[in-house]
């Protein structure tokens, strides 16, 4: 009896495979597989090789796509965007895995000609693939968390609708920020940076290089091991999922005058000032004090 399961291939191109370890910690994989099977990928058991793949017509329903797209990029004696054009034609939809596959990411600068994301380099639309664009799905991080994608996966499976942003990230996980959810707002709000990495006391936005006010995602919703986040555990957010990562000053505010150089979403240079006059009048003790002696 043919399987009813949703059949996915997941095709790597120039990436560490980073957003495979990612998916292979989802913690509901057995449950999973109940639903999908994969035709092929590269770190799971699956019913066909890369070479069945490449030379053979298999029926595919999702298309999977890790790692950043080049021209040059080679995959079996096979280059790259003939793979994915072979099966992008006949799938129902394709998701893009991690920012480098969505937005190029870290291996833009590596030696391969053109190194882009599938539809996007960095925020810029490219047109390479423009004839499936209306297919993908870009689910950015580095890596993105595996449920965000087992969530779009049944989301497919059950022909729920998916409202994407501009980049084609589904609202549901990427409309807000990683500030959002953040147990350091309190810090946040009365501008306390009296941070060290790791403590649990302080915001790192104001010295210590948070990017999370702007950028897009739900790391401090969908907890990392359902447990914890960067920000909470007292690292910076980086600002992974964006199409501008990797932008630097990972640790390290930069600042013009004393205003940090990037401000979160929708605040203006004069309404920050503003706020931050207002709010560095107030001296909340028990927020400047070491709440916590480590
Ligand atoms: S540490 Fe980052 S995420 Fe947390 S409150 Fe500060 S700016 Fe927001
Ligand atoms: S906290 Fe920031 S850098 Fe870390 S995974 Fe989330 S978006 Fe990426």
Redesign the pocket.
């Known amino acids: 009896m043919l399987s009813k399961k949703l059949k996915i291939l997941w095709l790597t191109a120039i990436t560490c495979n980073g957003n495979t370890h990612s998916f292979l910690n989802y913690p509901h994989l057995d449950i999973f597989m109940d639903t999908f099977e994969f035709i092929y990928h590269p770190s799971i058991d699956s019913a066909y090789t890369l070479n069945d793949i490449i030379n053979k017509e298999i029926a595919c329903d999702i298309l999977i796509i890790e790692g950043s797209i080049s021209t040059e990029y080679i995959k079996a004696d096979a280059p790259i965007v003939d793979i994915i054009n072979k099966y992008a034609s006949k799938v129902q939809k394709i998701v893009t895995v991690g920012t480098c596959a969505s937005f190029g990411g870290m291996f833009r600068e590596s030696d391969y000609k053109d190194t882009t994301g599938l539809h996007f380099d960095k925020e810029r639309p490219t047109s390479l693939f423009e004839h499936i664009k209306e297919k993908t799905i870009s689910l950015s991080g580095c890596p993105v968390h595996p449920d965000i994608i087992a969530n779009t996966l049944y989301s497919i499976e059950k022909k729920r609708a998916i409202e994407l942003d501009s980049l084609l990230r589904p609202k549901e996980f990427f409309a807000y920020t ?2 959002n959810g ?4 309190e ?2 709000e009365y501008k306390i940076d009296n ?1 060290q990495f790791g403590k649990k006391e ?4 104001y010295d ?1 290089g ?4 702007y950028t897009h995602g739900s790391c ?1 919703k969908i907890l990392w091991n359902e447990v914890n986040s960067k ?2 555990a007292g690292l ?2 980086m600002g992974c999922t964006e199409p501008t990562f990797p932008k630097g000053d990972f640790f390290h505010t930069k600042k013009n005058m004393g205003i940090p150089q990037y401000l979160p979403f929708g605040v203006a240079k004069r309404t920050y000032l503003t706020l931050a006059g207002i709010t560095k009048a107030f001296h909340i003790k028990r927020l400047e004090e070491d709440l916590f002696d480590d």
Request: hydrophobic content about 20%.
């Open positions: 990683v500030h953040c147990t350091r707002n810090y946040f941070h302080g915001c790192m936005f210590h948070c990017h999370a006010p401090n920000t909470r910076s957010c």
